[in-house]
């Protein structure tokens, strides 16, 4: 594993950064504590006592320590040292299938995994590097909106001539939230439940569940007689959800299934001192360079982890987002284009770039890279030995965040901000059931009614949580938009954009066309017009994989998107009435904190609201175009 730095500016600043780790021993100090807490306990253990303590676990009050957060590199250390493992969970695999085999006389085919952000994400990026392309199916269910779960299951049965009881009794479902309030879940749970009470499936052999005793999944799961299992092969409860990969029972179940070598994947997460200290090299480069304002670490992955973007994205955003004064945002699934950035010579410039590169393998950015480096542009490049595994990568990424976290002093475990959109989303929730739906609410009617909204045709603009101090744009929807994003990027209020539909994008073929729509508006009215990258993704799984950056350290222009016909899948009774929820809640958390965020409503997602749509975003790029041609003139943009 080799970095190399190009462009490191301000001259030495990462090499004094680095200094630190070494100076002021944190590999030694981390190691003992982590003894320390294994031999002892928590007693005794208070926040002022060590920066370790105050950034690695979680405290009350009064300073005390109610949880250890270092399991994500515990359970590596303890690797060497418990070679059952590996044996271990393919047993307890092997488990799962014969209580299939035992209750229903067929052999297991498919993995549906109901979680959300760091619960998830692991599973997707699993998919989309091929590792689960072998044995049992994998299909993750990362949303409350039906259209998942109904998708799901069509995907099944195209692929599987049996009838849906046989499907189902041929499922492993899995629910996992390390969070006590995480519902998401819950609601998936219940709605498959309900999908075998109907057809008559005894179904205690086919659902398990991951969570914390008392937790809403535990009083779900619980008296239905569902099998609970501990997250942790140590059995211990030390890792937040976005840290339980590579080595969790949540992250090493669905490999097993797929028959990955699980001796070889623990071992390829245990890093050297060296590795280590070559992560925290790369974290202080990082640093070095948000202080200097370049906070948008730009991701050039080899093709073989291409699909590490969003995993990588959340471990960093939801661990570090929570400071106003520094942030830092990780660009992701972007094609490097020298003209959609501003000049290293521009004090504006606040691009790094972070290129992963794997020995034996092309990279599909390798000339963009040397470009990048030649112009000036801070570039780090990691390079990994051929037939490096994922796991070394992503315990690498984990002490690279742990160490950014401890230059700036930040408890990289905890993530409050994605509480606060949880518990407006339950507030919410509550008052549909007892008004009759979400249509029904205050938090609909407010967007509903509101004289802040514009409609372009099949497109609804709703702009009612925007502070705009009075003044007011005018024109159709989309010069309105962008007046809109023209304001705040003209007061220096943003620096990025957001784009999230809050609808299945991964099976659902009018939501898979919805994100090519927003990808394409991404570049034409973000990249191209104000040289600011955009998120875009997919709700609301975007609020649990980096919803703390956007909402704890701000500077996002975020337009959430969803259409007023979703998606229902009455088998089993599903209504699309808490992702509505979720929706509105996403809005209401942002403006409480004072971000910059608009509502976008489709009428429907047949073609012509399609390209309604798409000519919407375009004619908001032509005038935000405009716009900064005038403001670079007058030197206001």
Known sequence: MRLSLANDHPKGRSDELF???????????????????????????????????????????????????????????????????????????????????????????????????????????YLATGLLRRGVRCYVLDSTDPAKLKWILEDIRRRDARSLPEILKSSLVVGMAMGMTSYEPVVNLEKLTTLYEKHRIPSQANFLYMTLPGSVLDRFAQPRGYRRVELQPDNANTTAGRHSGPLTRGSLYPLALAGVD????????????????????????????????????????????????????????????????????????????????????????????????????????????ARLKAAGYPTAVLSFDRGALLSTYMQFIHYTVFGVAYLREMNFVTQPSVELYKAVAAEIYREAQEAGGIRRTAAWRQMMETPRRVRFGPVTLCYHLLDTS???????????????????????????????????????????????LLKQAAGELFRSALKMPADVYEGPAMNHSYHEMIIGHGRCFSTVLATLRPEELPAAGYTADYHMAQFLATQIALARRGRAVVAILLDQLEPDSLLALREFFHRAALAVKAAMRKGAVAGVI
């Open 470 to 516: 009075g003044a007011e744009p005018e024109g159709q929807a989309p010069e309105r938009y962008a007046w809109l994003l023209e304001r705040e990027a003209a007061a220096g209020r943003i620096s990025y954009g957001e784009l999230t539909f809050f609808g299945d994008t991964r099976y659902w073929p009018e939501g898979k066309a919805v994100l090519r």
């Open 262 to 369: 699980l001796r070889a994947w623990m071992t390829g997460a245990v890093l050297d001192e060296e590795q280590i200290h070559t992560a925290w090299r790369l974290a202080s480069f990082i640093h070095a360079q948000g202080e200097a304002g370049r906070d948008k670490l730009t991701l050039l992955l080899p093709r073989c982890w291409k699909g590490a973007g969003i995993w990588t994205k959340q471990d960093f955003e939801e661990s570090l987002g929570k400071s106003e004064q520094l942030g830092l945002k990780v660009v992701v699934d972007e094609k490097p284009k020298l003209a959609d950035y501003r000049s290293p010579k521009d004090p504006r410039q606040d691009r790094a770039f972070l290129a992963v590169q794997v020995q034996g393998e092309h990279h599909p950015e390798a000339a963009k890279i």
């Open 19 to 125: 200094a630190r780790f070494q100076t002021e021993r944190v590999l030694e100090r981390l190691r003992t504590l982590d003894e320390r807490v294994r031999r002892e306990g928590l007693a005794g253990l208070h926040a002022d006592q060590d920066l370790l303590i105050r950034i690695g676990m979680e405290t009350d009050s009064a300073g005390r320590v109610t949880k250890n957060g270092y399991g994500v590199f515990n359970l590596s250390w303890q690797v060497p040292e418990h070679p059952e493992w590996p044996d271990m969970i393919a047993a307890e695999v092997n488990e799962l299938r014969a209580a299939i085999q035992s209750a229903h006389r067929v052999r297991l085919r498919y993995l549906l995994w109901c979680g959300m952000g760091g619960s998830a994400e692991d599973k997707s990026m």
